[in-house]
Protein backbone atom coordinates (compact mmCIF):
# COMPACT_ATOMS: atom_id res chain seq x y z
CA UNK A 1 0.00 0.00 0.00
CA UNK A 2 1.11 3.73 -0.84
CA UNK A 3 1.80 5.52 2.29
CA UNK A 4 0.36 8.88 2.05
CA UNK A 5 1.84 11.95 3.10
CA UNK A 6 0.19 13.86 5.82
CA UNK A 7 1.77 17.27 7.58
CA UNK A 8 1.15 18.04 11.11
CA UNK A 9 1.65 22.03 10.28
CA UNK A 10 -1.26 24.28 9.80
CA UNK A 11 -1.74 25.58 6.34
CA UNK A 12 -0.91 29.09 7.54
CA UNK A 13 2.93 27.78 8.18
CA UNK A 14 3.15 26.02 4.64
CA UNK A 15 1.45 28.56 2.94
CA UNK A 16 3.72 31.12 4.66
CA UNK A 17 7.03 28.85 4.49
CA UNK A 18 6.27 28.83 0.84
CA UNK A 19 5.81 32.52 0.20
CA UNK A 20 9.17 33.02 2.22
CA UNK A 21 11.11 30.08 -0.03
CA UNK A 22 9.34 31.70 -2.71
CA UNK A 23 10.52 35.00 -2.21
CA UNK A 24 14.22 34.22 -1.47
CA UNK A 25 14.54 32.22 -4.44
CA UNK A 26 13.17 35.58 -6.24
CA UNK A 27 15.72 37.72 -4.32
CA UNK A 28 18.58 35.21 -5.32
CA UNK A 29 17.55 34.98 -8.96
CA UNK A 30 16.47 38.84 -9.71
CA UNK A 31 19.05 40.85 -7.16
CA UNK A 32 21.93 38.78 -5.75
CA UNK A 33 23.33 37.10 -9.29
CA UNK A 34 22.78 40.08 -11.51
CA UNK A 35 24.50 42.22 -8.84
CA UNK A 36 27.59 39.22 -8.62
CA UNK A 37 27.73 38.41 -12.36
CA UNK A 38 28.53 42.67 -12.69
CA UNK A 39 31.75 42.39 -12.00
CA UNK A 40 34.53 40.69 -12.59
CA UNK A 41 37.39 40.83 -9.51
CA UNK A 42 36.49 38.29 -6.73
CA UNK A 43 36.27 41.42 -4.09
CA UNK A 44 33.83 43.03 -5.90
CA UNK A 45 31.78 39.84 -6.22
CA UNK A 46 32.19 39.80 -2.45
CA UNK A 47 31.21 43.38 -1.88
CA UNK A 48 28.29 43.28 -4.28
CA UNK A 49 27.07 39.95 -2.55
CA UNK A 50 27.25 41.53 0.97
CA UNK A 51 25.52 44.72 0.00
CA UNK A 52 22.71 42.84 -1.50
CA UNK A 53 22.24 40.52 1.81
CA UNK A 54 22.47 44.05 3.78
CA UNK A 55 19.56 45.19 1.37
CA UNK A 56 17.64 42.01 2.11
CA UNK A 57 17.89 42.42 5.43
CA UNK A 58 16.45 45.47 5.40
CA UNK A 59 13.71 44.87 3.67
CA UNK A 60 12.87 42.21 5.96
CA UNK A 61 13.11 44.34 8.53
CA UNK A 62 11.04 46.83 7.33
CA UNK A 63 8.53 44.17 6.68
CA UNK A 64 8.51 42.86 9.96
CA UNK A 65 7.88 46.42 11.41
CA UNK A 66 5.07 46.93 9.01
CA UNK A 67 3.54 43.37 10.23
CA UNK A 68 4.08 44.42 13.76
CA UNK A 69 2.43 48.08 13.55
CA UNK A 70 -0.58 45.98 11.73
CA UNK A 71 -0.67 43.31 14.67
CA UNK A 72 -0.47 46.02 17.65
CA UNK A 73 -2.99 48.33 15.88
CA UNK A 74 -5.22 45.74 14.55
CA UNK A 75 -8.32 46.38 16.49
CA UNK A 76 -8.40 50.06 15.08
CA UNK A 77 -7.83 48.82 11.85
CA UNK A 78 -10.48 46.44 11.33
CA UNK A 79 -12.95 48.85 12.80
CA UNK A 80 -11.71 51.08 9.51
CA UNK A 81 -13.31 48.18 7.22
Do not use: C, H
Request: without cysteine.
Amino acid sequence: MARQWRSDLAPEVLIFGGAGLISLLAFTALILVPAIGSFGRGWEKATAAALSLVVLIALVAVGIAIGLVIVYNWDELSRLF
